[in-house]
Every structure is written in C-alpha cells, then in structure tokens.
C-alpha cells in the first residue's frame, strides 16, 4: 500500500442527510483540540446546552448532545425510560417508526402498533383508539418528520393525546430540529432525539436530546438497570451539569462539539422563526420547478415536509443511472428510496445550510438536462 491524504470532492449534498456545511462550521471543526474537562471546553458545553434548549424551546435541565448519531439518541430515550414490559404504543408510518418498535422489543417491552400508509401523516384518531383498548401503555413513541416518506404528523396534537391517557411521549425529532416548528415545553413533549447532520448542518455523529422533569423522575425511579452503560443518563448527566465539578464519563468529542457550537450560533443567530421559514420558502421553489418538470410529490400538501422532499421517480427515469449521473456529471447528491418506497421514489433534502437557492438551481438544471 501507497496510501495518502483523503481528498473528498466538494459534493452538493441534497440527500437525506448528512447536509451541506458551512464554511464556518468547518473552520470550527479543525480549531485546536483541548482536554475534554478543560475548563474553557466545560464553558462551550454551558452553551451548547443553552443553544439547544433555544432549538428545542424548552427549559429542560436535562439537555445535551450524546456523543454519538441520532440512532443512539434514540436507544437512549427507550433504554432509559422502559423497563421489562412496559407497554408502548408505537405510531409507525415509515422506517423509523419501525425502528422504535425494535428498541421498545430489545428493551423486553411490549410494542402496540398504530400503522398508517407510507407517505401520509400519523392519525390522531387511531391513537386516541389504541390507547382506549390499551389504558395500560406507559409511552406513546412517534416520529415527527418520518425521513424515509417525507411525511410530518402533528406532533402537538399526538402529544395532548398522549396526556389525556397520562402517558410519557418519546418523540424522534431527527429530521425536523431546526427545519419545522417544534415546541417541547409548550406541546409536552417528554423525551426528544435528534441528529446533528441534517437541519443543524453539521457533521454526523453527535445527537442532540432532552428529558422533561417528569421523564427525570421516571428514570429515577427505575428498578432495572438501565441496560446500555453508555447511554445510562442517569450517569451521563452529571458530565453535562451545570454547577460543580464534572465527574468523567467518556471522552467527549471534542472538535465534533466545536462544530455543533458553531452551527447552533448560527441558527440562533437566524432565528428559528426565519430558519423555519427559509426552509418552507425555498421548498416552495422546488415543488414549482419540480411541477414544471411533471414531478410529483408522494405526501399530501398538509402533511409534506419542506425539509426532506420524497418525490415520484418518473416513468421514464431509471432510478441509479439518473442518481449516479447526478453524482458524477454535478457533484451532487439526492436519496434513494427507501422501505416500500425503494426504487419509487427519490428524496430530496432542502436541510439547514443546503436550503438555498443556488441548490435547488443547480438540481432542475441537472434534472432537466438528464431526463
């Protein structure tokens, strides 16, 4: 072997996620690396937790970025909450329901389904039922923006739902932080994951999460170790405090959170009103040259997220050549299907620094010159 420096090309990722990143969120990535437990390292942590809490809207004092990708934020909000036989109702209308049912199962939980079509939002009412045949489920778990569809479910409403049969909400924000309006305080939203590389335009591998006081307390309570050492928050928590000595727990990392730093400086600095409404604006743009181009959306206009576009492939298109000309004629990226929607569908990002004009220009163009 002759090995050398990897030198990636400067792709336009209009995918699924990871998303465009910015210049400066990757001038912050390569400062110089300091000690996890440094002092100034401990401040940044301080604001990133607070920066989060802005994203998230939520006072939660139990919020912070586990050291690993969404999947993991995930597992940690199940691992923590559930203990054997705990029953969960899961709405599952996409891939990443299908996941909460795994960890509900791998957590000796009982997993009750609330299934509605690929490409269409949750139904309040067929929660509201299953919950009235189930009065005794714990959780109710769902996915806000369904990544695999495009679909976005009404999370408030699934929320009050979930109170009214005084159940615990584990929801899955990884695709819709920072793209859609998401209010965990105000909509009562108990145990909350996401994901740094998509709206948050920064790279993958950190997972931003948060626990309501009543789901602390929960966790308190438990009387089964939680089964994952990693992810017990229980002991993570106390490296994310905010007063006193931290107590080691793993090593932080470090310049990824330097990253996570940046890109959260500039959400704020945007402002989540106008950062929710660039991403619809500039979704606007596409579904209008994507009309003009007889491409069609597979979610219903009411429940499409503006963040992750699932379009039908057309008739004449051939799926991988088209996605690989994308990649090797343009340098850029879009989604393959995937489930029931693979080989039908191609899903299209439009996520934190890649909702831009210049990109959705750049992919009509493209699209239009292969088809």
């Not at 509201?128 to 769902?142: I, M, R």
């Amino acid at each position: 072997m002759n090995p050398n420096s990897f030198q990636p090309p400067r792709r336009t990722l209009m995918g699924p996620g990871p998303s465009d990143i910015s210049d400066r969120v990757l001038s912050a990535l390569s400062r110089p690396t300091i000690g996890h437990l440094d002092p100034l390292f401990i401040g940044m942590m301080d604001e990133v937790k607070a920066l989060l809490q802005y994203a998230f809207q939520t006072k939660n004092e139990m919020t912070l970025a586990i050291s690993a990708p969404g999947s993991a934020g995930m597992e940690a909000c199940f691992v923590n909450l559930l203990q054997p036989g705990d029953k969960v109702i899961v709405c599952r209308n996409g891939v990443f329901g299908s996941r909460m049912v795994e960890n509900v199962q791998r957590c000796g939980g009982i997993a009750v389904t609330v299934d509605d079509p690929w490409g269409r939002a949750i139904t309040p009412e067929k929660l509201e039922e299953a919950l009235l045949k189930h009065p005794d489920s714990k959780f109710v778990a769902f996915v806000h923006a369904e990544t695999s569809t495009g679909a976005k479910s009404d999370a408030k409403t699934l929320c009050a739902i979930a109170k009214a049969h005084n159940c615990l909400t584990i929801v899955d924000a990884v695709t819709s932080l920072g793209g859609i309006e998401l209010k965990v305080d105000e909509w009562g939203i108990d145990a909350i994951y996401s994901g740094s590389q998509k709206c948050l335009s920064c790279v993958p591998g950190l997972s931003p999460v948060s626990f309501s006081p009543a789901a602390v307390e929960h966790i308190k309570q438990r009387t089964h170790k939680v089964q994952s050492w990693f992810l017990d928050q229980s002991l993570v928590m106390d490296y994310w405090a905010g007063e006193g000595k931290r107590s080691y727990h793993h090593t932080a990392p470090v310049n990824a959170l330097y990253g996570l730093h940046e890109a959260l400086v500039l959400l704020h600095n945007e402002g989540l009103e106008k950062a929710w409404a660039r991403h619809q604006h500039m979704h606007q743009q596409l579904h209008e040259g994507l009309a003009l181009l007889d491409i069609d959306f597979i979610v219903p206009k009411e429940e499409r997220l503006p963040q992750l576009n699932a379009v039908h492939i057309p008739n004449n298109a051939n799926d991988a050549e088209v996605r690989n000309r994308l990649l090797a004629e343009y340098n850029l990226e879009i989604g393959a299907g995937l489930g029931e929607l693979a080989g039908k569908a191609w899903r299209i990002g439009l996520m934190g620094y890649g909702a831009r004009r210049e990109n959705i220009t750049l992919l009509l163009g493209a699209l239009r010159e292969i088809l």
